[in-house]
């Protein structure tokens, strides 16, 4: 493949600004409307061409001076893991379900943020049957989903609607991005965003050159419903390499045995 020298000049603080902001957004699989708008906000003065496919994925061309004859996919997931309401009790408790593969340990004491229909953020937390009304067998199991209620505050199911909120509302974990230190940083929804990120910096980069090959990029929704996006994105932009850019588990903590250490930070 052809190549082209660039300056590379690294912001690192316009990169963790970047971070921040895609962290705090919500875009569940099927719901990636409110990702999908920054991100085409934020490559459309970077890019040739961007635009929104009918999916909902973000797609853009970079030419090269190669013309057509060499295409680069850059490929990202814009989805996270979330929950959606489906039923509101006459109190004002929601019940939920998830959207993507969640792991039901968290989810006890965890604070949830939905949006209401206008677009703002409710805050809400996860709780189950308290200790002193359950079994000790019953406290030693991971609690199914159905037995997990949303506490937003509400008094009855009218103020739960009359904030916005109602069935097929939509919400992931309310984790607030935080700089932990200088080399760690601390969110929600790093898989896969921080990897969005990483694309955005590269077209950053090459913002003022021309590149040997034209690079394609598809920031893909629904990942966690199946991959949906990236297939539709990846016919529609015909590439003829492609890097798809993912996140994985860390593997270098405690209790770790080392044949199953697969990645370190």
């Not at 853009?60 to 309401?85: I, P, Q, T, W, Y």
């Not at 039901?104 to 703002?120: D, H, N, V, Y």
Request: aromatic share 4%; hydrophobic share 40%.
């Amino acid at each position: 493949m052809r190549g082209c020298i660039v300056e590379i000049i690294i912001d690192r603080r316009e990169i963790i600004s970047d971070q921040k902001e895609l962290s705090e957004l919500i875009g569940c699989p099927g719901y990636e409307g409110e990702v999908g708008a920054w991100l085409l906000a934020k490559i459309e003065p970077l890019a040739d061409k961007a635009w929104k496919d009918p999916l909902g994925n973000i797609l853009a061309v970079k030419k090269g001076s190669g013309g057509n004859a060499e295409r680069l996919l850059l490929s990202a997931h814009m989805d996270e893991v979330g929950f959606m309401v489906n039923h509101i009790e006459k109190d004002g408790f929601l019940r939920i379900d998830t959207l993507g593969g969640i792991d039901r340990r968290l989810l006890p004491g965890s604070l949830l943020e939905f949006r209401s229909t206008a677009g703002q953020p409710v805050i809400a937390v996860a709780g189950t049957a308290p200790p002193h009304i359950t079994t000790a067998q019953e406290r030693e199991q991971i609690p199914e989903i159905r037995d997990i209620f949303v506490d937003m505050g509400a008094g009855s199911e009218d103020e739960v609607l009359s904030r916005g909120i109602d069935v097929g509302t939509v919400g992931s974990f309310h984790s607030p991005f935080i700089e932990l230190n200088e080399h760690r940083l601390l969110g929600k929804a790093f898989d896969d965003r921080t990897a969005c990120n990483v694309i955005i910096q590269v077209l950053k980069i090459l913002k003022n050159s021309e590149p040997g090959q034209t690079i394609l990029v598809n920031f893909a929704v629904q990942e966690e419903f199946g991959g949906a996006g990236a297939i539709v994105g990846t016919r529609a932009l015909e590439p003829t390499h492609a890097l798809a850019i993912e996140n994985t588990i860390a593997s270098d903590v405690p209790d770790t045995p080392p044949r199953k250490i697969i990645t370190r930070l």
